[in-house]
């Protein structure tokens, strides 16, 4: 039963590549959590070349109750974070970072520390691309 199991594989790999999916994550990670801490920022850059707009519209991962999308805006000289209503917008064949002090996804009630150096996946949810799994690296918090 060897070869064709080798010989589906080689197929799934190869359907793969024909049918490439017109959105790719660059650099997902996550920062380590302080103790205590209850919620973690997951940052991104989703790029898209496909020719349709699409929409991040959820994410789940094992390692959190719930996974936000969230926005960060000054509002009466004080940052604030919202909720993305609707889902996240990615216009077709371009780019959208999520990153530190700006768009983020929200880890919400942690089941375990983030620790520096490890890494957990996330399933993110698009309207047209469907689910893309990735995998979230944990860097340590930047020291001011
Ligand atoms: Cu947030």
Do not use: Y
Not at 39 to 44: A, D, H, I, L, S
Not at 51 to 59: C, Q, T
């Amino acid at each position: 039963m060897k070869t064709p199991l080798a010989l589906l594989l080689l197929l799934a790999s190869i359907s793969q590549v024909i049918a490439a999916d017109p959105i790719t994550i660059e650099r997902p990670f996550a920062r380590a959590s302080a103790p205590g801490q209850m919620v973690g920022g997951g940052f991104m850059t989703i790029v898209h070349q496909g020719g349709a707009e699409d929409r991040l519209v959820s994410a789940t991962t094992p390692i959190a109750r719930e996974v936000q999308i969230h926005s960060m805006n000054m509002d009466g000289g004080v940052m604030r974070m919202r909720q993305v209503e609707g889902g996240l917008a990615i216009p077709a064949g371009g780019r959208v970072a999520l990153q530190p002090g700006g768009l983020h996804l929200m880890f919400v009630d942690l089941n375990a520390p983030l620790v520096a150096g490890a890494s957990f996946p996330v399933t993110l949810r698009f309207a047209k691309a469907g689910e893309i799994k990735v995998e979230f690296s944990v860097e340590a918090r930047p020291t001011k």
